[in-house]
Structures are given as C-alpha cells and as structure tokens.
C-alpha cells in the first residue's frame, strides 16, 4: 500500500547539494523530513547554518525543521525517498552513474514495502528502471511495483539565479504505475506552487530532461559557430544578434563559453543511449565540439590582439575574472574557464584568476589554483571577462588596463567601446 499524504509522512532526501538541499527545505515545511548526505562536512557545515552552495540562507536552514545526517541508517523510518545526487560524466564523456547506483544500493539496504523511491538527477532515457531499480531489488529482496515503487520527477533548479526558484518552476513528475504516478504528482504539487506537468511514464519524464540541456547546448553551439565565422568576416556577433532579434521568432541565444553540470554534461546523456542503440546523433555530437573549441578561440583570438599591439605573449600576464561555470553561482563543476586558463599557460603566459564567489579551498583542491583577492598588485597584458558576475558589470575595468592590455568580453556585457574584443 502506497503512503498517504500527511504530516505524519517520513520523506529522506540523499544528497544535500545545490538540488537536495533547497527540496529539502521545501518539503520540511509540510512533512517529517531527513536529509542525507555521505559527506559529513557538508553535514557539519549545514549544521552550522552555512550553504556553500550559497542556495539557501543561514536564515532558512535556522527556521527549518529538516533533519540532516550521515547516517544511512536515520533514513530507516521514512516511506518516501528523494535520490539528488550528481551525476557527470567521465574522461571519455561517458555517462558516470557511481554516485546514483551507491545511493539506490543504500536505499535498497533499507527498503521496505510500500516505500517509493523518486529520482530527479539527470539520466538517460530508461535508467531508472534499466540500472536504478535493479540496485534496489538487489538489495532489498523486494519486487519492483509490487512491493515498492519508484518515480522520477527531474530537477529543474537554476543556481544563481533569484527569480528562478525551485517553488517557481513548473515541475515534471512520473511514477512507475498509475497509483506511483498520482502521488508523486500530489507530493510536488503540495510545494510547487507553479504547478507540475504530469508526464505519462518514467522514461517520457527522463526523456524530457534529457532534451532540455540539450537544446539548449545546439542553440549556443548555432551562435557560437556564427561567432566564429563572423570574426573572419569582422564583423561584430553582437551587433548581428541584436539585429536579428528585432524579428518576432529569432531565438536569441548569445555566444559564450558552455560548462557546467546541465548544458555541458546532459547531452553526452543522451548522445550515449543514442548511440547504444546504433544511432549517432550528429546534430548533438557537433554542438558539443563547436562549443567545447570556444575556450581555445577566445585564446587565440587575445593572442592575435596582442601581435596587433605588438606585444610579446611570452611572459606576458592575464587576469581571468570569474572561474565558475555560471554567473551569480559559486559552482565550478565542468568549467570551461579551467580550459581557457591551461591553454594561456600553455602558450607561456602567468595567469591570476579573481572570483569572489568562488571557494579558494575547491579551487585550490580539485586545479590547483590559487584566487587571487587584489588584481593592482600586476600589470596585466591581457584581461579576460570570462564570467558575467553581477559585482563585475559595474566595475572599472580602466583602473586595470594600460595602452598595452587587452580586455576581452566572453559574455558580451560591456560597452563594445571599453573592450578590445567580444564573442
């Protein structure tokens, strides 16, 4: 028998990161709550009322009645759970699901009938049923729809961003029968005050996801071809975009560099379980190699503005400002910015990177970079805005640059008078 709808209702929501955290505070609002985590810092730090993930506030997680632990074993009593955990991809850009198996084998461990487990990391079509649900047979000694049931109801959270939050998103949600089905979509509903699309299997719900990103990654990979082409034409991407977009249809994307765990991992999801089933997907397969050559090109292209300057690139200075994948987010997962600076390094330059939203111990721990906090101590040859940080569209970028420096705008936000060159 399914749990019902109340306040009595036991939910443990595994992983507590920029997804797992803010459902998890949602969902505490009206039901029992636990939420866990394997890494007890992160537990330790939530605990204290710091989110490095900057999602939530000190604030919230003080008002909060959520839970949080280390310990699989607090999650025994609860009747639904919520898997949120990354899923990236490898070295090969293949689709690496350790993160997602070891939390259904922990909940597997646990099981009990009528429980429900509910996913929302990202997937190719058909994972949760294909790779996810055995785990939890496995382990439980239990059948799948008949004595537990799953569903899958795919984040849609979007860091950094104040208007675009969790409770304000239209929210897909499944399940794995009709029943499954009707009370995930009342379980969401009951905190998603934009309403929820109710799609009609797992694998439609899953499916979804997956295209979202991906369309997304094709209409970036459109313009940041014609930013490729129209710099051999010289003719200025931005000044075209903005004519175009004065017709009522054109979709107006903007060039840029294209990382992070959405837009840069979710179509290698999709392109794998494509091409599992002997089908290449082309269209996909391009966009991702025309928007992972972007940090090259914007190399490249300072390194040619230097030579018109003439200005040697050996032993010359850069300063990167901003090493997230994002702006107004302080996630450096998948990072195209990491590209651009290895490649200026590897022409011989010295490279400074400044972000203040940034943590100096990830950075330092997983690139091997140190931030810097005060950008006067050099004199910088080349200046790249890499990331669209709010706190830097008001900055005087004139205090930095000398008759010599070349200012470089990824994002094109700056007035085209203040910049050497732009995407």
Known sequence: MLPQLSSELKIGIVGLGYVGLPLALAFAEKYQLIGFDLNKARIDALREGEDNTKQV?????????????????DLADCQIYIITV??????????????????????????????VVIYESTVYPGCTEEDCVPMLEKE??????????????PERISPGDPIRTLKNIIKVTSGSNPETALLVNQLYSSIITAGTFHASSIRVAEASKAIENAQRDVNISFVNELA????????????????????WNFLNFKPGLVGGHCIGVDPYYLSYKAEKLGYVPRVILSGREVNDQMAS?????????????????????????????KENCPDIRNSKVIDMIDELKQFGLSVDVHDPLASKEEVRQHHQI??????????????????????????????????????????????????????
Not at 64 to 71: E, F, G, R, W
């Open 57 to 73: 506030t000190k604030q919230e997680l003080s008002d909060s009645k959520l839970k949080i632990t280390n310990l699989a074993s």
């Open 228 to 247: 490729l082409i129209f710099d051999k034409m010289d003719i200025d991407t931005t000044e075209v975009l903005e004519a175009a977009s004065t017709k």
């Open 140 to 153: 439980s000694g239990l059948s799948y729809n008949r004595d537990f049931f799953c569903g899958y109801s």
């Open 86 to 115: 990354p899923t990236p991809v490898d070295e090969h850009k293949q689709p690496e699901l350790s993160a997602l198996l070891n939390a259904s084998k922990t909940i597997g461990g646990i099981l009990k009938k009528g429980d």
């Open 370 to 423: 140190e931030l810097i906090e005060d950008i006067y101590q050099q004199n910088y040859q080349i200046i790249i805005l890499a990331v669209a940080h709010q706190e830097f569209l008001s900055f005087d970028f004139g205090k930095l640059k000398n008759s010599d420096t070349i200012l470089f705008d990824t994002r094109s936000v700056l007035k085209k008078g203040w910049v050497d060159g732009r995407l």
């Open 297 to 325: 090109f914007v190399v490249n292209k300072c390194l040619k503005l230097l030579v018109q300057k003439n200005v040697p690139s050996i032993g010359a200075r850069a300063l990167i400002m901003g090493i997230t994948f």
